[in-house]
Each structure stands twice: as C-alpha cells, then as structure tokens.
C-alpha cells in the first residue's frame, strides 16, 4: 500500500478521465494522492452514480458526466491521464472500451488501472468481500445490468496487457483494516445486502441467489469483511 501511495504521489495528472467513475470514490484518491491534477473528468453510464458524484465535487475543476465509455465525447488525444478502478469486470466489452479509451489519451499519456481480484492467499474477511462482490454481479445480471465475476490475477494482467502500454508496473497491494468486524462497516454492509435480497424476494424466481444472500449475510456478521486483494497497474500509451 506504501509503495502505492507513493507511486500516485509522483503523477501530474494533467487531464484526467475517471473512467466507470461511480460515485467518485477515486476521484477522491486523485485529490488526495496524485502529486497535481489540472482537471479531472468523470464519466458513468448510471444516472444515479453521476447524480450522486456530481453533488460531491463542487470544485470548478472537477466535472462529472453521464456517458457510455464505449463512444466518449471527447477529441482524440485529449486527455494526459486516464484512471479506471474497481470496474473493469463491470465491463460488456472491456476490450473495445480500451481502444476507445487510448483513442483520447494523449501519445505518451498515462493509464492507472485498480482492480481487485479473487484468487491467491486472502484472509477470510477478504473472501466474504469476494463472496458478496460475486452475489451482487449476480444480482445486477439479473436484472439486466453488466457485471461479471472478478477476475484471476493472471487473467486481469493478460487483460491489461491488451492495451499494449509501455514502462509498465505493477503492483499487487491490499488496503489495510483494523478490524474486519468493526460493527458500523459491518452493519452497512448487511443492510445493503437486506436491500438486494428484497429486490430478489420481489422479482421472484431465485431461491438460489436468496438462499446464498442469508448466508452470506450470515458471514459477514461471523467473520466480517475486508477489501480483497488489488493490483494497480501503471503504465503509457
Ligand atoms: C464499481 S463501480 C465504480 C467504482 C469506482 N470507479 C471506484 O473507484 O470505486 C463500476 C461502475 O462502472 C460503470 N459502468 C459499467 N459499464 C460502463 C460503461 N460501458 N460506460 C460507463 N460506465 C460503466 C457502472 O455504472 C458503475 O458505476
């Protein structure tokens, strides 16, 4: 995590597109770690996700925007940095949206990959993360939203490798929890689980994804739950 820290500490972002930004969580990262940004786009395709970002980044130089990152709206070579975490097993077609992605970063611009994965050595708290991240994917194809399992580490890295960056790093880290069963994170988690099991329990028609909700739920409170393991990959167009 150290050396993570104090890689994102030596980028100048420049422009930079958060990619799948969600709710924003690492535009966050961005301010508080990167060494300067001169602007920073994030684009989603969720309504609520960008309604939700948009409310919290008043700055002038942060702009939040509802776009499919399969077709951006932006110039060739636009931007100097692309960031893209936690969401590239969100993707229908990861490949097609990194071609689309290095079409707007600039020659020589700078990608930041984050994403979690599932295999190798992880606490049981990290595996209840896995577990519950595997349940909601299930969730969302359900109801008709993409969302595949996470992947293997070699599999993210023969992925990434289709970008065809160059100088690339990477580094394998985990952000460190006090105590995998602190109640408040815990109880937030559950709930958020009590939520999609109702969704399901009203849809009908999945005894299996319930019956596998209760009993995550039941782990969660058992072992508790901390973020499984990552792997940041740096590396240039
Ligand atoms: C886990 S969330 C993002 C998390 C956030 N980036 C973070 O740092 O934790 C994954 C996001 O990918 C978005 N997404 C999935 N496919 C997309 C697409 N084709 N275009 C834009 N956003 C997409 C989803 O709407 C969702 O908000």
Request: aromatic share 8%; hydrophobic share 40%; with cysteine.
């Amino acid at each position: 995590m150290k050396d993570v820290l104090l890689r994102l500490a030596m980028i100048d972002g420049g422009i930079v597109l958060d990619a799948a930004t969600g709710r924003g969580e690492f535009i966050n990262t961005i301010k508080s770690s990167f060494r300067t940004y001169e602007q920073v786009i994030g684009v989603d395709s969720s309504e609520k996700c960008v309604s939700y970002a948009e409310k919290l980044f008043p700055e002038n130089n942060i702009e939040i925007y509802r776009m499919d990152l399969s077709s951006l709206a932006f110039d060739d070579e636009h931007f100097d940095t692309i960031t893209i975490a936690n969401s590239i097993h969100h993707l229908a077609d990861p490949i097609a949206i990194f071609g689309e992605l290095k079409r707007v970063l600039k020659k020589k611009g700078l990608f930041v990959i984050s994403e979690m994965y599932r295999d190798g050595v992880q606490s049981d708290a990290q595996k209840s993360h896995i577990i519950m991240h595997h349940w909601l994917a299930s969730i969302d194809r359900k109801f008709g939203i993409s969302h595949n399992e996470t992947f293997t580490k070699d599999e993210l890295i023969a992925l990434v490798e289709k970008l065809k960056l160059k100088k690339t790093e990477i580094y394998d880290y985990f952000l460190p929890v006090d105590n995998p069963k602190n109640a408040q994170n815990c109880d937030n988690l559950i709930r958020n689980c009590q939520d999609a099991l109702k969704r399901l329990e009203l849809a009908g028609d999945a005894e299996d994804l319930i019956r596998e909700g209760k009993e995550l739920i039941k782990r969660l409170g058992d072992v508790g739950c901390a973020s499984a393991n990552r792997l940041m990959i740096i590396g240039h167009k």
